[in-house]
């Protein structure tokens, strides 16, 4: 616990030391957050970021939904067939293939996906984020579908056996 506050201390005083050691003018780029982009190969990986980051805020909700739906999932196996309904047994059944799905192309896109590539060919660089821009909007999109299908299956008056 010493060694922990020890080294937060460190690293507030370090930080301090850079700000303070900053020019005014850096420190007001900083305070307003990421530079605009300048060019088009900029504003293309601003793009897939700014994709990259709307689908990883709903990554938390998205596998709280898969971790729902197989529970309800098992929960209803255990009951008898003639007490399951089967409609919603299917929507369960359905909405687990497209969480999981969405949880999978988000995972394989992030591995996929390199920062860097072709930095030293602009004219590459940029058809390679533009076909990421458009992955990446394909990926956010089943995402963004997954939990809304979530929403109408799961919710409490969903709830049926």
């Given at each position: 616990?010493?060694?922990?506050?020890?080294?937060?201390?460190?690293?507030?005083?370090?930080?301090?030391?850079?700000?303070?050691?900053?020019?005014?003018?850096?420190?007001?780029?900083?305070?307003?957050?990421?530079?605009?982009?300048?060019?088009?190969?900029?504003?293309?990986?601003?793009?897939?970021?700014?994709?990259?980051?709307?689908?990883?805020?709903?990554?938390?909700?998205?596998?709280?939904?898969?971790?729902?739906?197989?529970?309800?999932?098992?929960?209803?196996?255990?009951?008898?067939?003639?007490?399951?309904?089967?409609?919603?047994?299917?929507?369960?059944?359905?909405?687990?293939?497209?969480?999981?799905?969405?949880?999978?192309?988000?995972?394989?896109?992030?591995?996929?996906?390199?920062?860097?590539?072709?930095?030293?060919?602009?004219?590459?660089?940029?058809?390679?984020?533009?076909?990421?821009?458009?992955?990446?909007?394909?990926?956010?999109?089943?995402?963004?579908?997954?939990?809304?299908q979530?929403?109408?299956?799961l919710?409490?008056?969903a709830?049926?056996?």
């Amino acid at each position: 616990m010493l060694r922990l506050m020890i080294a937060l201390v460190s690293l507030s005083l370090f930080m301090a030391a850079c700000n303070n050691g900053a020019s005014s003018g850096e420190a007001a780029e900083h305070k307003s957050g990421p530079p605009a982009p300048k060019t088009k190969e900029d504003s293309l990986f601003h793009e897939v970021m700014e994709g990259h980051d709307a689908g990883m805020a709903k990554v938390g909700k998205l596998r709280g939904n898969i971790k729902e739906t197989e529970r309800r999932l098992d929960s209803l196996g255990k009951l008898p067939a003639k007490q399951v309904n089967v409609a919603y047994k299917q929507s369960l059944t359905s909405l687990q293939a497209a969480l999981n799905k969405a949880n999978t192309e988000m995972n394989n896109w992030m591995g996929a996906f390199k920062v860097d590539t072709l930095t030293n060919n602009k004219q590459l660089r940029i058809k390679y984020l533009e076909e990421e821009k458009a992955k990446v909007a394909v990926v956010k999109e089943l995402i963004y579908s997954s939990l809304n299908q979530a929403d109408s299956v799961l919710r409490p008056s969903a709830n049926r056996q």
